[in-house]
């Protein structure tokens, strides 16, 4: 019988291994009330109503709670992404997009600051106006803010194989800030229809995927990557598994057809990725069957996605052990931990509950 690469996760095993955990997507449930409270009055009522996230896990909200959540899961640092906030990338009001992530940022800084050195802020950027996207960079990251996220789908007329963000590209080059790109934000399947029943899973796998392909292509083959040497993007919980085989796929086929199509790079697409560009997963044992043969070593990070429902949380540890437990202590480190300190400029703390 041929075993199944979906294996289950043993709660009560003992994990065997001791790496220090950094969870390189992990997200905060915002107050409900969030924006009500802050926008400007006059914003209020222009805002979408928000779902209803009552079904994720407890401890995302207050900051005092969460040392005890990431205690109980090994995990010693978490790098933190929206989860209302993710809807407001399809917000088309720009003005209101812009104040919505305002106050997100504002806030996120606050709930950082009531764990210092286990949380690491990703602020939310409106990029429809690029002079005012950096100038809200630089505002962040001088308040202690991390990187910038953007949406992963861009609306119609703004696709990422346009030179409208390349003053963005350099300043977040400049002051090396690490570009984002989380599953569900901007204009995506998800933007358009609510999948229920059978279409579901053609959401989670197909619809997900497909995006992160196409936005990974604009970022390589229009040549971003290329003209920004030292600019880093980051594919947000799009898993792993799928990415060593579409780059050997575009290297065939720049090699074979690029001259014909006026393709102009100084390095193949695989290289290109190598150099620049880095991947969350959650539990992926197909893309973690690559880091052995030295794929992705150096640009892949784990996550935990606590506290939505893909989330390995409590078990983390364990779900560890069975897809990576195999693997030597330096290439586990890269991954765990060292490749998210370096893209982010972090000092890794000391383990958590020690």
């Known amino acids: 019988m041929q075993r199944s690469v979906l294996r289950q996760v043993d709660p009560t095993a003992v994990a065997t291994n001791a790496e220090l955990l950094i969870s390189a997507d992990s997200h905060v449930d915002e107050p409900p009330d969030l924006w009500a409270t802050r926008l400007p009055a006059d914003l209020r009522d222009a805002l979408p109503p928000l ?7 407890p401890g995302a909200t207050d ?4 040392l005890g959540v990431m205690e109980r899961d090994g995990v010693s640092m978490e790098v933190l992404y929206p ?62 803010l991390k990187g910038a996220l953007l949406w992963h789908v861009p609306p119609d007329g703004l696709e990422y194989t346009t030179g409208h963000y390349d003053r963005l590209w350099a300043a977040a080059e400049e002051m090396a800030a690490p570009i984002n790109l989380h599953i569900l934000s901007g204009f995506s399947y998800s933007s358009r229809q609510r999948m229920r029943g059978i279409e579901q899973f053609r959401g989670s796998v ?15 083959f229009y040549g971003t990557l290329d003209r920004f040497p030292r600019l880093k993007l980051v594919l ?27 393709l102009e790079l100084s390095a193949s697409p695989s290289e ?16 973690s069957h690559h880091f052995p043969h030295g794929w992705g070593v150096r640009n892949c990070m784990w996550s935990n996605d606590f506290p ?16 990576l437990g195999g693997l030597a202590p330096e290439v586990l480190r890269r991954i765990l931990s060292e490749n998210v300190t370096e893209l982010y400029g972090l000092e890794a703390p000391p383990p958590i509950g020690g």
Request: proline share 4%; charged share 25%.
């Open 63 to 66: 900051p005092a709670d969460r």
């Open 308 to 323: 939505h429902g893909n989330s390995s949380w409590p078990n983390s540890r364990q779900v560890i052990d069975r897809d």
């Open 236 to 262: 947000v919980e799009f898993e792993i598994g799928w990415i060593p085989w579409i780059l050997q796929q575009w290297d065939y086929y720049a090699r074979r057809h690029g001259e014909m199509n006026g």
């Open 83 to 144: 989860t209302l906030g993710l809807t407001q990338y399809k917000l088309t009001d720009a003005h209101l997009q812009r104040e919505c992530f305002r106050v997100y940022n504002d806030w996120i800084v606050e709930y950082c600051a009531g764990t210092p050195g286990r949380l690491v802020g990703v602020p939310m950027i409106s990029a429809y106006d690029i002079d005012l996207a950096v100038k809200e960079l630089e505002r962040t990251t001088a308040a202690g």
């Open 206 to 220: 197909e619809y997900k995927v497909m995006d992160a392909i196409h936005g990974l292509f604009d970022f390589l």
């Open 272 to 287: 290109l990725f190598e150099r620049q560009v880095y991947a969350t997963f959650v539990s992926d044992e197909v893309g």
């Open 51 to 57: 779902p209803d996230r009552s079904g994720d896990l």
